[in-house]
């Protein structure tokens, strides 16, 4: 496992931005497929995205696909989820994640909790209306 640390979060308006950071303790996060999830109060942990270790191929759940992107700083120690046109309805703890690239994962567009063993402990984004 990995230890995660997120941040960046914040209190914004509807239609304002907001960049949220994901780093590894001690090593480079190049080698792990990376996710970020959301939580609201009374709800599920939801998928938002994932990128692909080893390189820049992203997915993204429909909520967020155009406004969220993820992406790799140069060191690749750190991961980044941009997020613009936030909504009200995107307010939430959000949760980095990640798991091992393998030869036999190379093919799978992780999306579940269960398919990632590391987990940061969280960063709170406030959209207000």
């Known amino acids: 496992q990995v230890q995660l640390v997120e941040s960046g979060g914040g209190l914004v308006q509807a239609g304002d931005s907001l960049r949220l950071s994901c780093a590894a303790s001690?090593?480079?996060?190049?080698?792990?497929?990376v996710a970020w999830f959301r939580q609201s109060p009374g709800k599920e942990r939801e998928f938002v995205g994932s990128?692909?270790?080893?390189?820049?191929?992203?997915w993204y759940a429909d909520a967020v696909k155009g406004r969220f992107t993820m992406s790799r700083d140069g060191s690749k120690a750190t991961v980044f989820l941009e997020m613009t046109s936030l909504k009200p309805e995107d307010t939430a703890v959000y949760y980095c994640?990640?798991?091992?690239?393998?030869?036999?994962?190379?093919?799978?567009?992780?999306?579940?909790?269960?398919?990632?063993?590391?987990w940061g402990q969280g960063t709170q984004v406030t959209v207000s209306s």
């Open positions: 994640a990640a798991e091992p690239w393998t030869f036999r994962s190379a093919d799978v567009r992780r999306r579940s909790v269960a398919e990632f063993g590391s």
């Open positions: 001690g090593r480079s996060l190049n080698p792990y497929d």
């Open positions: 990128i692909k270790g080893f390189a820049d191929i992203g």
